[in-house]
Each structure stands twice: as C-alpha cells, then as structure tokens.
C-alpha cells in the first residue's frame, strides 16, 4: 500500500483539488483507492457527498484528528491511499509525514504558499534525519502563463529547501473549481487540458516509482 499526502501549511493552496483529482485519476487506472479526508473543514467529505449517484469514484474516508488517523489507516485495505491534509494543523500534519510514503506540496505563485511550505519541508525533512524513508516534490497550482509570478513559480529560484518539484503544474481553470462543486472530477468535465495535466502528475510519479 503506498501513502499519498498532499501537504502544505498554507490553507487555499490547492491540496482538495489535486487530492481529489489524483485520487480519480489513480481510480480510473483500475487501482483500488481510498481518499482520505483529514481536514476538519471537510472539503473531500463535502465534494464526495455532492458527487452524482451513477458517477465512478473513489471512495472518500473522513479521519480529521491525529490519533484516529494513525490508528485507522492500519485497518483500510487499498492499493494507494491519498491524504487530503489540513492548513494549520501541525500534529496532523506530522502524522500524516510519519505514514506518507510520497509528500507532493502544492505551491500558488504567491510568497506566502512559499513559506507556508517551510513547515511541511520540515517535517519531511526530520523523519529523513532519523532514518525514514519519503519522497517528496513541490506542485505548481494556479499558475497563468500571463502572470510573472506563475513564471517565477515555475522557473523554480525560489525552491532552496532542496526538494524536487515535478515538471507538470496544475493551470489556473475554472474546470477545477466547477468539478470540485459539482461532486466530480475534471475527468467528467469537457476540458481535456485539465485532464491531461493530472495525468501528466501521474505519469511523473509513475516513472519516479513513486506509485
């Protein structure tokens, strides 16, 4: 079973959407999946529970404190798990570092997504420093070719924290957004652009043997 946590201390940094869609797509490859919702805000409860009743997706289990996060995901059965984590919540968040195999940080071209992800690169950082094992890579979420932040954000100065970030970033679009509302995925939407940039973040980690 691989374990999949989409960190950043920074609320409204993209983790749901990418959670979610990652979650779908690693679904629609024919593994067994099960999201896992960690935050209390309940963005992945909420989206599952709107989701249309005939529509395949997985599963979405809610595990939004410390204690019964690590004493429950012993007992789920899946090929791959995918961790939707909280803004602000440092003992969730190392919890969920000392189970994750794969962190991916998602980062909006903005300095305060930066360092916010600070916190996260910590954690990762110390369960390296005592002898575990987790591989870890920012995201680009909500960039815009037309904006010099989004490049700044991709052209990747600022990552000094020693981490790799993946070469697929997740666009600005509203397809995301409209997809999170409506209980789906961008994989039920008509923009074929969305959709190829999640599986493009699959085939990464795929070929990173990440998966």
Known sequence: MKIIALLNEKGG??????????????????????LIDADPQGTARDWREASPAATDLPPVIVLDRPELLLTSIKTLVAEIIVIDT?????????????????????????????????????????????????D?????TRVSSSTNLSRDIL????????????????????????????????????????????DLIVKELEEAAWL
């Open 13 to 34: 940094s993209g983790k749901s959407t990418c959670a979610i869609n990652l979650a779908c797509a690693l679904h629609r490859s024919g593994r067994q999946v099960i």
């Open 86 to 134: 909280p803004a602000k919540a440092e003992k969730m968040s190392a919890n969920v570092v000392r189970i994750a195999d794969v962190a991916i940080i998602p980062v909006q071209p903005s300095g305060a997504d930066v360092w916010a992800s600070a916190a996260a690169v910590k954690l990762i950082q110390g369960k390296r420093d005592i002898g575990g094992t987790i």
């Open 136 to 140: 870890a890579a920012f995201l680009p």
């Open 155 to 198: 052209a990747g100065d600022w990552n000094e924290y020693g981490l790799d970030m993946l070469d697929t970033a997740v666009s600005n679009r509203v397809s995301y957004a409209q997809a999170l509302t409506d209980g789906v995925s961008v994989y039920e939407t008509r923009d074929g652009l969305a959709k190829a940039e999640i």
